[in-house]
T-cell receptor, first 112, second 111 residues
Protein backbone atom coordinates (compact mmCIF):
# COMPACT_ATOMS: atom_id res chain seq x y z
CA UNK A 1 0.00 0.00 0.00
CA UNK A 2 1.19 3.48 -0.78
CA UNK A 3 -0.03 6.95 0.06
CA UNK A 4 -3.05 7.41 2.29
CA UNK A 5 -5.66 4.68 2.57
CA UNK A 6 -9.10 4.85 4.12
CA UNK A 7 -11.52 2.11 5.10
CA UNK A 8 -14.31 1.52 4.57
CA UNK A 9 -14.91 3.37 1.31
CA UNK A 10 -18.66 3.37 1.87
CA UNK A 11 -20.64 3.13 5.11
CA UNK A 12 -24.35 3.18 5.82
CA UNK A 13 -25.39 3.39 9.46
CA UNK A 14 -28.43 4.06 11.58
CA UNK A 15 -28.56 6.88 14.08
CA UNK A 16 -28.09 4.51 17.02
CA UNK A 17 -25.12 2.63 15.57
CA UNK A 18 -21.48 2.94 16.55
CA UNK A 19 -18.90 2.67 13.81
CA UNK A 20 -15.31 3.70 13.16
CA UNK A 21 -13.48 5.09 10.15
CA UNK A 22 -9.85 4.16 9.68
CA UNK A 23 -7.05 6.04 7.98
CA UNK A 24 -3.49 4.87 7.43
CA UNK A 25 -0.62 6.76 5.84
CA UNK A 26 2.46 5.07 4.42
CA UNK A 27 4.43 8.27 3.81
CA UNK A 28 6.26 8.71 7.11
CA UNK A 29 4.40 11.94 7.82
CA UNK A 30 3.99 13.51 11.24
CA UNK A 31 0.62 15.24 10.91
CA UNK A 32 -2.79 13.78 10.12
CA UNK A 33 -6.16 15.43 9.49
CA UNK A 34 -9.88 14.66 9.28
CA UNK A 35 -12.10 16.70 6.95
CA UNK A 36 -15.81 16.64 6.20
CA UNK A 37 -16.93 17.32 2.64
CA UNK A 38 -20.66 17.86 2.13
CA UNK A 39 -22.50 18.68 -1.04
CA UNK A 40 -22.83 22.42 -1.50
CA UNK A 41 -20.64 23.21 1.51
CA UNK A 42 -16.94 23.99 1.67
CA UNK A 43 -14.38 21.48 2.89
CA UNK A 44 -14.46 21.55 6.71
CA UNK A 45 -11.39 20.81 8.80
CA UNK A 46 -12.43 18.70 11.80
CA UNK A 47 -9.30 17.55 13.64
CA UNK A 48 -5.53 17.86 13.35
CA UNK A 49 -2.94 15.64 15.00
CA UNK A 50 0.77 16.39 15.00
CA UNK A 51 3.13 13.74 16.41
CA UNK A 52 0.04 11.95 17.81
CA UNK A 53 -1.10 15.02 19.76
CA UNK A 54 -4.33 16.78 18.87
CA UNK A 55 -3.61 20.35 17.86
CA UNK A 56 -6.95 21.36 16.40
CA UNK A 57 -10.57 20.57 17.17
CA UNK A 58 -12.69 22.77 14.97
CA UNK A 59 -15.76 22.84 17.26
CA UNK A 60 -16.75 19.34 16.20
CA UNK A 61 -19.73 17.74 18.03
CA UNK A 62 -18.80 15.11 20.58
CA UNK A 63 -20.56 12.38 18.58
CA UNK A 64 -17.35 12.41 16.52
CA UNK A 65 -14.40 11.11 18.52
CA UNK A 66 -10.91 10.96 16.97
CA UNK A 67 -8.10 8.66 17.99
CA UNK A 68 -4.48 8.75 16.88
CA UNK A 69 -2.53 5.81 18.36
CA UNK A 70 0.60 6.57 16.32
CA UNK A 71 1.71 8.87 13.52
CA UNK A 72 0.61 6.40 10.85
CA UNK A 73 -2.95 5.70 11.97
CA UNK A 74 -5.97 7.88 12.58
CA UNK A 75 -9.47 6.80 13.52
CA UNK A 76 -12.78 8.60 13.68
CA UNK A 77 -15.26 6.94 16.03
CA UNK A 78 -18.90 7.66 15.30
CA UNK A 79 -21.90 7.29 17.59
CA UNK A 80 -25.49 8.54 17.59
CA UNK A 81 -25.00 10.43 14.37
CA UNK A 82 -27.62 12.56 12.65
CA UNK A 83 -28.73 12.41 9.00
CA UNK A 84 -27.02 15.76 8.40
CA UNK A 85 -23.71 14.06 9.21
CA UNK A 86 -23.96 12.21 5.90
CA UNK A 87 -20.95 13.33 3.86
CA UNK A 88 -17.60 12.31 2.42
CA UNK A 89 -15.01 12.08 5.21
CA UNK A 90 -11.49 12.69 4.00
CA UNK A 91 -8.27 11.88 5.81
CA UNK A 92 -5.00 13.59 4.94
CA UNK A 93 -1.40 13.63 6.13
CA UNK A 94 1.54 15.99 5.80
CA UNK A 95 5.18 16.05 6.80
CA UNK A 96 4.77 19.26 8.79
CA UNK A 97 1.88 21.55 9.55
CA UNK A 98 2.81 24.05 6.80
CA UNK A 99 3.37 21.39 4.16
CA UNK A 100 1.13 20.09 1.41
CA UNK A 101 -1.37 17.49 2.43
CA UNK A 102 -1.84 14.08 0.86
CA UNK A 103 -5.45 12.94 0.85
CA UNK A 104 -7.04 9.54 0.98
CA UNK A 105 -9.97 8.63 -1.29
CA UNK A 106 -12.49 9.25 1.47
CA UNK A 107 -15.29 7.32 3.17
CA UNK A 108 -18.77 8.04 1.85
CA UNK A 109 -20.98 7.98 4.98
CA UNK A 110 -24.76 7.79 4.88
CA UNK A 111 -26.72 8.12 8.13
CA UNK A 112 -30.27 6.84 7.95
CA UNK B 1 -9.79 34.38 11.20
CA UNK B 2 -8.16 33.03 8.07
CA UNK B 3 -10.21 32.80 4.90
CA UNK B 4 -9.88 31.86 1.24
CA UNK B 5 -12.16 33.25 -1.43
CA UNK B 6 -12.12 31.72 -4.87
CA UNK B 7 -14.02 32.35 -8.04
CA UNK B 8 -17.47 30.88 -8.05
CA UNK B 9 -18.22 28.24 -10.60
CA UNK B 10 -19.10 26.36 -12.49
CA UNK B 11 -16.69 27.30 -15.26
CA UNK B 12 -17.21 25.83 -18.72
CA UNK B 13 -14.55 26.20 -21.40
CA UNK B 14 -13.80 24.77 -24.80
CA UNK B 15 -10.68 22.68 -25.28
CA UNK B 16 -7.51 24.79 -25.76
CA UNK B 17 -9.08 27.84 -24.10
CA UNK B 18 -7.22 29.91 -21.49
CA UNK B 19 -8.14 29.26 -17.86
CA UNK B 20 -8.03 31.63 -14.90
CA UNK B 21 -9.50 30.78 -11.50
CA UNK B 22 -9.13 33.65 -9.05
CA UNK B 23 -8.17 33.11 -5.43
CA UNK B 24 -7.62 35.68 -2.69
CA UNK B 25 -6.86 35.05 0.95
CA UNK B 26 -6.83 36.61 4.39
CA UNK B 27 -4.38 35.28 6.96
CA UNK B 28 -2.12 36.40 9.76
CA UNK B 29 1.56 35.96 9.11
CA UNK B 30 2.89 34.33 5.97
CA UNK B 31 0.93 31.22 5.04
CA UNK B 32 1.83 28.59 2.48
CA UNK B 33 -0.55 28.57 -0.48
CA UNK B 34 -1.81 25.61 -2.47
CA UNK B 35 -4.02 24.56 -5.33
CA UNK B 36 -5.58 21.11 -5.06
CA UNK B 37 -7.62 19.25 -7.66
CA UNK B 38 -10.37 16.70 -7.04
CA UNK B 39 -11.50 14.31 -9.75
CA UNK B 40 -14.89 12.57 -9.40
CA UNK B 41 -14.92 9.87 -6.74
CA UNK B 42 -11.45 10.69 -5.48
CA UNK B 43 -9.77 12.64 -2.71
CA UNK B 44 -7.94 15.90 -3.29
CA UNK B 45 -4.52 15.90 -4.96
CA UNK B 46 -1.92 18.62 -4.72
CA UNK B 47 -1.64 20.49 -8.01
CA UNK B 48 0.93 23.14 -7.07
CA UNK B 49 2.17 25.19 -4.15
CA UNK B 50 4.09 28.32 -3.13
CA UNK B 51 5.58 28.94 0.28
CA UNK B 52 6.67 32.57 0.13
CA UNK B 53 5.93 35.83 -1.63
CA UNK B 54 6.70 35.95 -5.37
CA UNK B 55 7.13 32.17 -5.57
CA UNK B 56 5.56 30.63 -8.65
CA UNK B 57 4.15 27.13 -8.39
CA UNK B 58 3.73 25.14 -11.59
CA UNK B 59 2.67 21.65 -12.61
CA UNK B 60 1.06 20.02 -15.67
CA UNK B 61 0.85 23.38 -17.45
CA UNK B 62 -0.88 25.09 -14.51
CA UNK B 63 0.76 28.08 -12.80
CA UNK B 64 0.06 30.33 -9.83
CA UNK B 65 2.13 33.14 -8.27
CA UNK B 66 2.07 34.07 -4.58
CA UNK B 67 1.25 37.80 -4.59
CA UNK B 68 1.58 39.20 -1.10
CA UNK B 69 0.69 42.75 -2.11
CA UNK B 70 -2.69 41.68 -3.49
CA UNK B 71 -3.07 38.60 -1.22
CA UNK B 72 -3.81 36.51 -4.29
CA UNK B 73 -2.86 33.16 -5.78
CA UNK B 74 -4.69 32.93 -9.09
CA UNK B 75 -4.55 29.66 -11.05
CA UNK B 76 -3.86 29.83 -14.79
CA UNK B 77 -3.39 27.44 -17.69
CA UNK B 78 -2.78 28.46 -21.25
CA UNK B 79 -4.62 25.64 -23.01
CA UNK B 80 -7.03 23.39 -21.14
CA UNK B 81 -7.85 19.82 -22.06
CA UNK B 82 -10.96 17.71 -21.48
CA UNK B 83 -8.98 15.75 -18.89
CA UNK B 84 -8.62 18.93 -16.79
CA UNK B 85 -12.32 18.78 -15.92
CA UNK B 86 -12.42 18.58 -12.12
CA UNK B 87 -13.01 20.64 -8.99
CA UNK B 88 -10.17 23.01 -8.05
CA UNK B 89 -9.54 24.18 -4.47
CA UNK B 90 -7.36 27.04 -3.32
CA UNK B 91 -6.00 26.59 0.22
CA UNK B 92 -3.64 28.01 2.78
CA UNK B 93 -1.73 26.55 5.73
CA UNK B 94 -0.37 28.46 8.66
CA UNK B 95 2.44 27.48 11.01
CA UNK B 96 -0.18 26.37 13.55
CA UNK B 97 -1.53 23.74 11.17
CA UNK B 98 -4.71 25.66 10.50
CA UNK B 99 -5.77 24.65 7.00
CA UNK B 100 -8.35 26.78 5.23
CA UNK B 101 -9.85 25.82 1.88
CA UNK B 102 -11.87 27.79 -0.61
CA UNK B 103 -15.29 26.57 -1.68
CA UNK B 104 -13.98 24.90 -4.81
CA UNK B 105 -14.52 25.78 -8.48
CA UNK B 106 -15.91 23.18 -10.85
CA UNK B 107 -14.29 23.25 -14.28
CA UNK B 108 -15.82 21.50 -17.27
CA UNK B 109 -13.86 21.43 -20.53
CA UNK B 110 -15.79 20.52 -23.65
CA UNK B 111 -14.21 19.02 -26.77
Amino acid sequence: ETGVTQTPRHLVMGMTNKKSLKCEQHLGHNAMYWYKQSAKKPLELMFVYNFKEQTENNSVPSRFSPECPNSSHLFLHLHTLQPEDSALYLCASSQGLRDEQFFGPGTRLTVL
Amino acid sequence: GDSVTQMEGPVTLSEEAFLTINCTYTATGYPSLFWYVQYPGEGLQLLLKATKADDKGSNKGFEATYRKETTSFHLEKGSVQVSDSAVYFCALNTNAGKSTFGDGTTLTVKP
